[in-house]
Structure formats: C-alpha cells, structure tokens
C-alpha cells in the first residue's frame, strides 16, 4: 500500500481533531445558557474548498452544521405510515449537547412491536437529489414488477458523537437510488464522493456501490458510470484475496488499480479489516484517485492514483445517476452497511489535502458499535433478530453490554423488559430479575447476563427489549441503552416442506405446502391463513384454511396447487371465467370453481385460452420511475404488448402504493380491449447532438411514433433537460463493440454482432476522443474473434476491444430545433401508444403494476350462482399434466399463485424460482414464515443475514433447480424437489440451517414424517 499522508495534511488533520476535543470538552461541562454549537460536516469542507456538494447523504448525521431538515423516512409495514427521521437539535439540558445525529429515539418509539423500512434517505445538498426505491433495470428486483426491497430500518444499530443511530443494512435485493439527479457530473466531468460504511460486511456479490451511475438503471457500456465500491469479488480488478478491498465501479469493471500489462491483480491493493471504514473515489480526465482509512482513527491512504483503465474509458461517458447498494444495472446480489457518504458538483476534484480533513472530521464523529446486543443465547456471535417461542415455553436469552466510551463503566445493570404480565425473566440460575455488575467494565471490555425467558399463554408478536443502565467513571453521570428484538409466541404449527416443481418437464407446477404441529396437543387452525408471494408479483394471495379444521399433534396438513385458478375474480352470473392455466384441460370435463362450502361444479362447453404472463404498466427512465394513470382512463402505457388482442379481456392491476414493501391486496379490474398499440421504448443517443437541431440518431426507433414526446438528459453542468416532440421517424444506429483490437491500416474489424449493417453503411470507428468514419464493403460470417465487417478507407488509428461501432441510421426529426447540446450514450424513454380499452378506468393505475391479457377463458354449461375470489380453484380432475399430481391428496388446494414467477432478462424470459410464505393464526398474528430462493420479503426473513464470507450470501430456503439469474442458472427446466425441516418441525429461526433440499430423484414425502435418507444438507 502507498502511503502519501503530506506533513501538511496530517497539521490540518491535527488542528480539526483539537477543535473536536474542544467541542466534546465543552459537553461535559455544566449547562450553559447557550447550547454548543453544531459541528461542522464533510459538506461544510467540500465547500470551503471549491468543491460543494451536489449530493449529501446520511441516516447517522447532518453533513453540513447548518442542515436542519430530515435524514431520512421511515416507512411502518403495520399500517403503512411514515416518518421522517430529523437531526436532534442542540440543547443544554440535561448536559450541554451540539446535536446534529439522527433522531433513533423517534424510529425506535414509531417501530415499537412492528418492522419500519428506509423510504427515503434525504440529499442534505440544495440539489434535493434524494435516494428512493430502484426501479427495475437490466435486472429486476424482488419487489412489484421489479422494483428492488428497501432496506429494513434497525438492522445497523451504531453510535454516533455518542448517542444511538442507524446505518442502512443492505441485502442482496435491496438499494436505493436516484436516477433524475440534478448537478452530478456528465460524461468526463471530474466528480469526488466518499461514503463510510461497516468494513465487516459484505460479500462477493454485484456490487456494493455508491456513486455516479447509469440514469436508465441499464449497463449502457465501459465508462458509463464511477462510484465507489466494497467487497471482495475477483473476476475483475482486485488485490491479493481474500480481501474486501476499496475499489471504483466503472461499469463492466471493479477496478482497484491499472496495471501496465493489462493484469487485473493489484498487488499494493490492501486487505480491508477496519469495522468502520472511510473510502472515496474521484476521477477527473485520464485520471482517478482511491483513498481509504479506517473512519475511527488516523489518516486516509491512496489506495490507487493513475491512470484510465484504457480507450473505452477514456474519456468517461458517466451519466449523472445517484445509487446506492447496487451496480449500475441493478444487479443486487450484493450487502454491506452504510452510514454516510456525499457527492461533490460537475467539474470538482477535490485535493487529497481536502480528502485528509473530511476524514479527520468523519474520525472526530466517534463512529463506534452499538453498547447493547440482545440474543438468544445460543446464538451470541450471530444474532437472529428474532426470537421463536411455543406458548408458555422457556428460552435462555443474552443481554450483553459492550462500554463504548474512553472511561471505566461501573454499577452496569442489566435486565429485560417483557411484553405482558404473563411473561417472566430471571438471571438463569436465580429469581433475580436483573443482574447487577460490581467490577468497572473497561473501555472497549463487555459483560453478559443470560435470562431464562418465559412467555405467556396469549399469542403475540412483537418486542423484547433488553435494558442496561450504568455510571460514566469519567463524568459522574448515569447513562442508559436499550436493544429490541422480534418475538413471536405462538402455536407450534411449522411450514415443514414444500415443493414448486418435481421437475417434469411437462408440469412445472406441480407444487405443494405441508403444515406440521411440532406440539403434543391437538391445535386448531380454523381460518388461519397461508400467504404465498413469489419475487416481482404485484401483491399477496392468501389461501384461508376452513372453519372447523384441527390438525392432530405431530400431524400434516398438506396443501396442493390445483391444475388451475382464477386468474381475476368470477362474478354470480359470468358464463366465463379467466383462469391461469388450460394445460390438460378438455371441452366436457366436469371442473370445480372454489373449495369447501364455496365450492360449484360445472362442465367445461367451451374451452378457450388462457391468461398470459403479466406485463407491467409502463416505467419511464430516467423521468419517472413512476407515472400515474388517473381514473377515467381508456389506455394505458405498457411494456409488452404481446398476448392482447381487440375484443379480449385484460385485466389492470390497482392498488399498490409506492415505495413498495409488500403490503397490498390483489386487486384487477376488468375491461375489453380496443385497440393494441405500441409498448414503451427504452433506449439512448447513439451519437452526439449539438443545439438548434433538429434531428436525433437514437438506439432504437421500433415503437416510436410521429408525435411522441420525449424527454431528454438531465440537469447538470454543460446538459439541460427538454422535451421533443417526434416529427418523423427514421432507422434507428446499429451500435455494437469492437471484438477483438484493430491496428492502424486496417482495412477490415471483428464486432460483437451485426445489428443490421450493410454494405454501403457509413460507420463510426472508436471512442469520442479516437474515431474515424469509414464505409462497408462487406460484411461477413462469424470468426474465431466475431462477426468479420471489411470497409475503406484503412484506419488512420489503432483501436481497442470494446470500442464502440456505430452506423447512425436516419434518426428521428423533431419538430422544433434542440436548445442544448445532448452527449452519446444519455438514455431516454417514449411510453409508446399502449393497450386501449373500454370502458374506463374506476381505480388509479400507476407504474409496474401487473396488466394481464385474459385469454379467451372458459364457457360454462351455466352461468355461475355465486362469486369467486381471484386465485379461487378452479380444478380438472381429469388432467394430469398440471398442478400438484402426487400422493395422498391434499388435505386442501389452492388455485394459486403459481410459485414460480416469470420474469424478463436481457430479452428472454426466464423462470424464477423466488418468494416467501407466511403462516398467520386466525387473530393475523406470524405463526412461521420463510423465503425461498431469495430474499423476497425481508421483514419474513429468519435468521442473521450478514454473512461475510465467500459463496455466502443471505438466508433463505434453497430450492433445487435453476433460481433464475444469467449464464448457466437461466436454464429453464431442471431438477426441483421439496425443501424441508429436518428432523419435522425443527425452528432454530434460520432459515439456512432448518431446512433440507432433496439432491437425489428420491420421491418427496408430502404428508408423512421426513427421512433423513431422502434429506440431504
């Protein structure tokens, strides 16, 4: 590693931490009749020195002294309320305090007994370039129609100046970002940013980043995005293994140095331990910077400074898009934990001198852990966030107490706060219900007490809190923290087993779920509800177990996908019903609509075609990401157009609310449609265009219609938004990528793919700053290095792999001539003419919720009497190719969702294999619940998430099969067996430990006891 601390930087460095002791001095004195004043924040430095945020972004503190607004929204997953979370203001009492941290004291209050989410992490800068849930992009996130999870508020408990915060706890499938940013740095702008985040989390996953990105959430080629990232993947650029390592993000690469020869081991690359650490990245043309430091102590290190990766990033064509927790294309299997980080406006490159007193300053903050952990005490090093007990059952649970300050903490107390009368705590061994500590703790030294917990005869879900009180030696005053954890006591009934397909090639859907009582007794489980959510559904189904129903002690109670479903609601008297699936199905067959006393048998007289995959209301990026359609509407904007035809049934999808977190009920209306336009066009500028314009050669024309409006880039140095107006529309550019180098003189290239050349076409050769326009003469097969295109005249220059190659096609004439000059590369979107239909809209629709073509459906003999829930059964006896086929029968079925959600990627549409299932009681209270395949709905996660350790990355039940994903795991199809508790019933809270998946072509046990033969980890 090379160390270029300047002896000026380190006075600099010394002088703030001087004024930081005075600052804390003055906290311990007596009140005073004027508070102390605030601190002054990293914007404050930036500022000072030239170089002003245009982003400021923190859950911990204010980054400038003056900022008074909020730090960020809570989003309460209860009943759907916010809070915006501000900066405590400075006060006297009860001892002097400058304020300016975040106020946990008012999430912890507005969270009690429930789960909140980060919404919203406000931009402190005047730019108001706030991050929001990431919409889908090049790939697509677990949440409605894509959009990726938020982040659970309280995972990332911390201190801060001393007092209580929380940093933003990022799993794979969770972000926040801001595509429609406004002063961020544009195509080879300089720009510095920095962000301090947990050195102890994170993993090997794409990728971990915060900075400049892509405004269409798409990977729009080398260059086009810089940030910061962290962890310790090594297909790109890397250090010595095994890592993490502080690095950049500059899109197709993780770079974290640039060797000579081209190699991407970089070996003054350090290893990263520190638990807080402070990394920035700062790039001007043909140049970048990393810096890194541990955030509690000492200076920062220049991890790299030099040059450009090559000509493909040379210059850079960055975008101006803010994001946080994921890559530029929304890949998001990555996790860390962030606290703070800001941005600083188009055209600055801060000194590595004013890079020194931002940390110094992050230093003087006194980033340092949470004081207090509460666990069960199996599980101190890891601990599950959730407790799990049976009814008036016991449970040994840790309090430990950890002294974050520089003094000796005597007279520590610690207890447990309890949920009702009927649950009791005492220090294991005694009747002692707190456990007193007589010997001073030292600074940095911790003590526990363990408690045997146990809970009361009513079901309840909610809080356990831990408490600890003790004395500063070094003060005099009595100081206090408290902790919480999620309990659940309830009945012992356990999703056991479950399977989404046995792999048949023609019946992917045979599925079921098996319930088991773990408990001695007989419970009864009348009107307890199953919910079931596979990844990127738009809403919940719930399947309602029938009054009357008990499940005997150590007994299943197996439930199977039916062949078919209602794929929207039947109203008494429909004479056709729209369902999921016709597979199998015949004109004749006798089918049952509904179960239980609901249930009505009808004969199959006509059979139609049934419902298609959903699509999505439309997403425009980088505007947007969400438009409403208001009520009264007859069209609606749409990303596919295919399945719908003119006198059809579609349905519209309404309801859900934004930012998402899984909250809504499954909503449709129904209408008839009249006419089937275009979808919405996401593409970008295939060339540069300058003011009074009035023509444009763009990616794509295909579903661009004269009169569309558009809107173009963004707001920043040297860029300005506008809308244009399509006047006429021409041929869209070819653009790929040199495949393989190109030397001067050349008179022929390999390229990635043709996209439409031919012969005649004028193309262009090279990056911005090395291109030449030459003409095709012809244009040949494949070769061992790609696609093979001749041209003349030779090349003037040598180019790259990877250098774009672009004909420019006709383009689109607009109607009035542009007002600013526009770069190559800058997305757009057009929404495209849509699906009309009659009659209009009862309900709001707005972005990414399901529109779904309805098919033709079923004719019945007669119409039906009574009314039918979507997702209701609709079942074929006779059919054997779909829906759960295997034995006993169930005990109940259900018509679905599907547990399999299909999904777009890069052009395709691949299988995924991902949800959650949640368990609840009659009363609505969480009995059991579980992800499967991934993260889908966090707040049902069990289980300590973080794993920081290669080929780890979070819990949840693996499935057998194919999960989704690109390269070899999109192959549809495949083995997919049961997953399942070993031995029945087991619930340590993990769902990566408690289950078991099938690897052998032994036949699942659905509604029988596990073996451990046909089980294995």
Known sequence: MRMRITTVSMLLLAILLMGTSLIIAQQTRSATSAPPSRPQGPCDIYAAAGNPCVAAHSTTRALYASYNGPL???????????????????????????GGYANAAAQDAFCANTYCWIATVYDQSPKHNDLVQPPRGGFSGPALGGFNNLPVADMAPIMVMGHKVYGVFIEPGMGLRQNDAKGTAVDDQAQGQYWVINGLHFNSGCCFDY??????????????????????TTPWFHGNPPGPWVMTDQENNLVGCVNSDGSKL???????????????????????????????????????????????????????????????????????????????????????????????????????????????????????????????????????????????????????????????????????????FTEPVAPGASVSATFKVTSGSSAFNGDLVGNASWTNSASGKTQSAVTAEKVRNVSPIKINEFRISAGSTTNSTDSFIELYNASAHSVDISNWTLTE??????????????????????????????????????????????????????????????????????????????????????????????????????????????GFFVGEKIAL????????????????????????????????????????????????????SVGDKIRLDIDSVGHGI????????????????????????????????????????????????????????????????????????????????????????????????????????????????????????????????????????????????????????VRDAAVTTAGYQGTPLPNQWFGGPELTTKSPLFGRTIPVREGSLVLRDAAGLVVDSLNYGGLVDPWVAKGYQAASVAGKRVCYVSVPGPVGGFGPAAVAGGSNRSAGRFPDGVDTDSNCTDFLTQTSDNVPTPGAPNQYNKKTR
């Open 653 to 704: 999808g309404y309801g859900a609310t934004y930012p998402d977190v899984g909250r809504g009920i499954e909503q449709y209306e129904v209408a008839t449609v009249t006419t089937v336009g275009k979808p919405g066009t996401q593409a970008y500028l295939a060339e540069d265009v300058s003011a009074n314009s009035t023509n444009i050669k763009v990616t794509s024309v295909e579903n661009i």
């Open 266 to 436: 970089c070996k003054n690359l350090p290893n990263i331990t520190w638990r807080f650490v402070t990394a920035m990245a700062k790039g001007e043309p043909h140049h970048w910077t990393t810096l890194g430091g541990d955030a509690r102590q000492g200076a920062l290190s220049v991890m790299f400074d030099g040059p450009r990766v090559n000509a493909t990033y040379d210059p850079m064509r960055k975008q101006g898009a803010i994001l946080l927790g994921n890559g530029g294309d929304n890949s998001n299997g990555s996790q860390g934990t962030f606290y703070e980080g800001a941005m600083t406006a188009a055209g600055t490159f801060p000194t590595n001198a004013t890079d020194q007193l931002v940390q110094a300053n992050i230093v003087a903050t006194g980033y340092n852990v949470a004081p207090l952990n509460l666990a069960p005490a199996s599980a101190i090093a890891t601990p599950p966030g959730l407790q799990t007990f049976s009814l008036d059952s016991s449970q040994d649970t840790t309090v430990t107490f950890t002294n974050t300050s520089d003094a000796p903490a005597t007279g520590v107390k610690l207890s447990i706060s309890l949920p009702g009368k009927q649950w009791t705590a005492f220090v294991s061994g005694t009747h002692d219900t707190a456990k007193n």
């Open 211 to 232: 900075g400049n990105a892509e405004t269409d959430s798409r990977d729009d080629d080398n260059g086009t995005m810089e940030t910061t990232y962290y962890g310790d």
């Open 533 to 642: 959510h596979p990844t990127q559904q738009a809403i919940f189904s719930k399947v309602r177990i029938p009054a009357k129903t008990h499940l005997a002690a150590k007994g299943f109670y197996l439930l199977g996908l039916s062949n078919s479903g209602l794929a929207v609601p039947a109203r008494a008297g429909d004479a056709t019903i729209h369902v999921r699936n016709t597979t199998g199905m015949s004109a004749g067959d006798t089918i049952g609509i509904d179960t239980g006393s609901n249930v009505e048998t009808r004969k199959i007289a006509t059979l139609g075609t049934a419902a298609s995959n959903y699509t999505t209301l439309w997403q425009p990026l980088p505007d947007g990401p969400v438009i409403t359609i208001p009520v009264g509407s007859t069209n609606v904007p749409v990303t596919n157009t295919s």
């Open 72 to 98: 960020y929204r809570i989003l309460r997953q209860s009943d759907g309320k916010t809070l915006d979370i501000d900066v405590v203001q400075p006060s006297t009492e009860p001892v002097p305090n400058p």
């Open 722 to 873: 506008e809308n244009v107006v399509v006047l006429k529309v021409g041929t869209k550019a070819s653009k790929t990528n040199l495949s393989a180098n190109a030397s001067a003189g050349a008179t022929s290239i390999n390229i990635r793919y043709m996209d439409g050349l031919v012969v005649n076409d004028k193309i262009t050769v090279g990056t911005p700053a090395n291109k030449e326009v030459v003409i095709v003469t012809a244009v040949n097969g494949a070769g061992p290095q790609g696609l093979r295109v001749n041209f003349a005249p030779a090349l003037t220059n040598a180019h790259i792999r990877d250098e774009w190659v672009v004909s420019s096609g006709t383009g689109i004439d607009l109607a009035a001539p542009l007002k600013f000059n526009h770069a190559a590369n800058l997305p757009f979107s057009d929404r495209g003419t849509g699906i009309s239909f009659k009659p209009a809209t009862a309900f709001a629709h707005s972005s990414n919720e399901p529109v779904q073509a309805l098919g033709t459906g079923i004719t019945l003999d007669s119409p039906l009497v009574k009314s039918h829930a979507i997702n209701a059964v």
